[in-house]
């Protein structure tokens, strides 16, 4: 069965620096996603993307963040100055028209 | 806004029971309502969803849940559970671009 693909599965990293995520959607799927939890608390909605721009962002999704599709395959989720309310479990999504989201394992992201 | 709530927030159940879990949205519109799962460690697996038709949906691993509008519950079912159903169960309401609210999860313990 097809599957969404994250790299790193943990990352710990200092404060201050940047820190890529990376995923790998499933093959035929046109519409992106990233969403986080942080520990102990509910999976929240940051980014959508289709058609190489942003459809939507939520609230959380400031200027230190950014997402890109850079080569057709990767879709990446740049935090550019980490701070400590960074650290979550970040997860990728993908989906084609009309059908089911996939998500991934997820990329643990630890700001210390 | 739509949002999800999940009135329980750790169930034990022996094994070999029946296991209910409850869930109520808030949407404006018809929902798209979905059901995952997450082990520990482990991404958000879907058991189920629901877009429209039959209210009664069926998942995997025997699972299936009802749609009620009148009560705005989508409450997920199991006649029978496995020590492996140990887990985080978490319902998701979506519009129809995908954008979706979580809530705040369910862990069951199963007990031997």
């Known amino acids: 069965e097809p599957e969404v693909t994250q790299t790193p599965s943990h990352q710990v990293t200092q404060m201050g620096q940047e820190v890529i995520l990376r995923c790998v959607p499933i093959?035929?799927?046109?519409?992106f996603y990233w969403y986080r939890q942080i520990l102990g608390q509910k999976v929240e909605f940051l980014v959508s993307?289709?058609?190489?721009?942003?459809?939507?962002k939520s609230e959380i999704f400031d200027d230190q963040f950014s997402v890109e599709r850079p080569d057709g395959s990767n879709f990446t989720l740049k935090i550019r100055s980490t701070k400590l309310e960074d650290s979550a479990m970040y997860f990728c999504?993908?989906?084609?028209?009309?059908?089911?989201?996939?998500f991934g394992e997820g990329s643990w992201l630890t700001v210390v | 806004a739509q949002s999800v709530t999940q009135p329980d927030i750790h169930i034990t159940v022996s094994e070999g029971a029946s296991l209910e879990l409850r869930c109520n949205y808030s949407?404006?519109?018809?929902?798209?309502l979905f059901w995952y799962v997450q082990s520990p460690g482990q991404g958000l697996q879907l058991l189920l969803k629901y877009f429209s038709g039959d209210t009664l949906v069926q998942g995997i691993k025997g699972f299936e849940a009802e749609f009620k509008r009148s009560q705005s519950s989508f409450n997920l079912r199991k006649p029978s559970v496995h020590w492996s159903d140990a887990a985080e169960y978490f319902c998701?309401?979506?519009?129809?671009?995908?954008?979706?609210?979580f809530g705040a999860g369910t862990t069951v313990t199963v007990r031997a």
């Open positions: 999504a993908s989906r084609v028209e009309g059908n089911t989201i996939y």
């Open positions: 993307f289709y058609n190489n721009e942003i459809s939507e």
């Open positions: 093959s035929n799927h046109l519409y």
């Open positions: 998701a309401v979506g519009s129809n671009d995908y954008k979706l609210s």
């Open positions: 949407y404006g519109a018809t929902p798209y």
